[in-house]
């Protein structure tokens, strides 16, 4: 995941030394904030004659036409404009910017991407309130983010808000392509030891696994009653996970099948394949744990196994079915 510093939240330094101190951090891109100054260029001027790391520009405005026409004289990576202050809720097609996104509140649903898809490459997600800085992070936002994947796989997701250690590492696992670090990346002993927490570890613990994991009705799942080779395979299919779980009708898990389960019943009944029967196939006793644990805790208990974890079923503390925590993501984000 890409780190982006919002420049402007550092209140002590002067332009040019803040981005000499992100230089030598080797930080991933700039993050300009404007809210409807068009004095914003100046600096965007400034700061890509002295550095060649790509900017995140976002800009608030309720009259966009005077901001096309300097974004059309220069080439920015990354420019984004606040849907809720757009008047005609549109943008053009042709800014000459690398990626053109949109930007909306916690309060905005995702709908309203609908009418940007053909314009725009990405989404920015403000997480907590438009200009505050050093806010706490929304935990509605973990759903916005799951829900706008699902329906906008080709589209890249930026994050702005009360992102620190720990929300950096849970956006990691989420996929999440780029976050926003203003306060949390100031205000530390140090921008390096800030970044390193940003990117390589969680510090802090505030959220639980039931905030952000995938919830059950968005897991690949199949009732313990409807266990069949086709059904099992239909389920995995389906979830794109590979594997699937078992949960009995009043919710209780009763374990999973993952592709190595059925490759090895195959296996086992190659000769006899009517006398397959895939119940004997559940994993009944699958590493899982408790959707009241925290980051830390879920982060330890990862350390303690012995073979890698792809995946992690998620009960409550009766046993419960609730949901599933997968590292795909995270695996493909430090690669």
């Given amino acids: 995941m890409k780190i982006s510093a919002s420049i402007y939240s550092n209140k002590q330094d002067n332009l040019e030394k803040i981005i000499e101190d992100l230089e030598n951090n080797h930080m991933d891109m700039f993050h300009i904030d404007c809210k409807d100054d ?12 002295k550095s060649r790391i790509p900017l995140d520009v976002h800009i608030i405005t309720s009259t966009p036409a005077p901001f096309f026409e300097e974004i059309r004289k220069r080439k920015i990576e990354n420019l984004c404009f606040q849907h809720e202050d757009l008047p005609l809720k549109e943008l053009p097609g042709n800014l000459n910017v690398g990626r053109l996104g949109i930007a909306i509140t916690t309060e905005t649903p995702i709908d ?9 490459d990405y989404i920015l997600i403000m997480a907590t309130v438009p200009g505050e800085s050093g806010g706490k992070f929304d935990k509605r936002n973990f759903k916005k983010i799951r829900d706008f994947q699902n329906r906008y796989p080709g589209k ?8 620190n250690g720990e929300v950096s590492f849970i956006l990691r696992n989420m996929g999440v392509y780029s976050s926003v670090s203003g306060s949390y990346l100031f205000n530390s002993s140090s921008i390096g030891s800030a970044l390193l927490s940003l990117k390589t570890r969680e510090v802090e613990s505030h959220f639980l696994v039931k905030d952000f ?10 009732l313990d009653k409807h266990i069949n080779l086709k059904n099992v395979l239909q389920s995995i299919e389906k979830g794109k996970m590979g594997f699937t779980m078992v949960v009995s009708e009043s919710g209780k898990m009763e374990g999973i099948v993952s ?3 059925i490759r090895k019943a195959l296996l086992d009944n ?10 004997n196939y559940i994993n009944r006793n699958p590493k899982a744990i408790d959707e009241e644990f ?17 995946y992690l079923p998620i ?14 993501n995270l695996i493909k984000g430090e690669l």
Avoid at 38 to 49: E, G, K
Avoid at 112 to 120: A, L, R, S, T
Avoid at 270 to 279: G, K, P
Avoid at 315 to 328: H, L, Q
């Fill in 38 to 49: 068009l004095s914003v260029f100046q600096d965007i001027d400034f700061i890509q004659s």
């Fill in 112 to 120: 309203i991407f609908e009418h940007y898809k053909n314009v725009c």
């Fill in 156 to 163: 890249k997701i930026f994050v702005d808000g009360g992102v």
């Fill in 213 to 222: 994991m995938l919830k059950l009705e968005e897991c690949p799942v199949i």
């Fill in 259 to 261: 592709n190595a389960d």
């Fill in 270 to 279: 190659i000769e006899h394949m009517d006398l397959l029967d895939v119940r």
């Fill in 294 to 310: 925290t980051v830390k805790e879920m982060i330890s208990y990862v350390k303690q196994q012995k073979i890698p974890l792809m």
């Fill in 315 to 328: 009960k409550d503390s009766k046993g419960n079915a609730k949901g599933i925590i997968t590292f795909m």
